[in-house]
């Protein structure tokens, strides 16, 4: 079974302050992404990476970075945390699959971080 | 721009009958499409998909149904139980989409015993 963790389920922070998020998933995935859940809106893409130390902007990557140093591990990070990222933070991978068609290879979730930010 | 839409934010059905959640597209390139279930507080779980080449995909008590001339697909469940209650996404994906999936906003599913 693919296992996708995240280093928090719960995160509370100050505005200000720098926060990470880590995600670790343990299948060879080349693909992982993060997202953020938030009601009435869904799932937005903030970042994904197709290969270490590749990395594609989403849909809101505004006030966040990520790395990826290994094939395993992505992390988030808000330089700057403000009150407007408190949301709920999920991470996925999936692999690349056939001829390059990584969407047609299910994305597996992570548990998500609830981040709150005061 | 929203290029998945699920219209109902929230369905209730009572327990034993049928569940049917709706989804739209936009983008005609779409051709590959997920539906994924979402618990409080975990994750979302991917629980059924359909290709464009095929109208129709069954796994259980799960169906998932395609009609690509009018861009919009729908899960049926039957017969609905309480344990299904959860929040329902629609995703989709397709050639020139990129690698990450475009989710709808999601519908919530009551199903009341």
């Known amino acids: 079974d693919v296992k996708v963790t995240q280093s928090s389920r719960y995160l509370v922070k100050r505005t200000g302050e720098k926060v990470f998020l880590e995600c670790v998933q343990d299948?060879?995935?080349?693909?992982m992404f993060w997202y953020r859940q938030d009601p009435g809106l869904g799932l937005r893409l903030i970042y994904f990476s197709y290969d270490v130390k590749m990395k594609e902007k989403g849909d809101i990557p505004e006030g966040y970075s990520v790395s990826r140093e290994k094939k395993e591990r992505f992390s988030l990070i808000l330089e700057s945390a403000s009150t407007n990222q408190t949301s709920m933070y999920l991470c996925?991978?999936?692999?690349?699959?056939?001829?390059?068609?990584?969407?047609?290879?299910?994305?597996?979730f992570g548990p998500g971080t609830r981040l709150t930010v005061l | 721009d929203q290029q998945v839409k699920q219209n109902s934010p929230s369905l209730s059905v009572q327990e034993g009958r049928i569940s049917i959640l709706n989804c739209d597209y936009t983008?005609?390139?779409?051709?590959?499409f997920l539906w994924y279930k979402k618990y409080p507080a975990e994750g979302p779980t991917f629980l059924i998909s359909?290709?464009?080449?095929?109208d129709k995909n069954e796994d259980g008590r799960f169906t998932v149904f395609l009609n690509k001339s009018a861009k919009h697909l729908s899960l049926h469940i039957v017969p609905s139980q309480p344990g299904d209650s959860a929040v329902y996404f629609c995703a989709a994906n397709g050639q020139g989409s990129g690698y990450a999936l475009n989710f709808g906003k999601g519908t919530s599913l009551l199903v009341t015993p």
């Open positions: 983008n005609s390139m779409f051709d590959y």
């Open positions: 299948m060879d995935h080349e693909n």
């Open positions: 996925a991978s999936s692999y690349e699959g056939l001829a390059g068609r990584s969407s047609y290879n299910e994305q597996f």
């Open positions: 359909i290709s464009s080449i095929k």
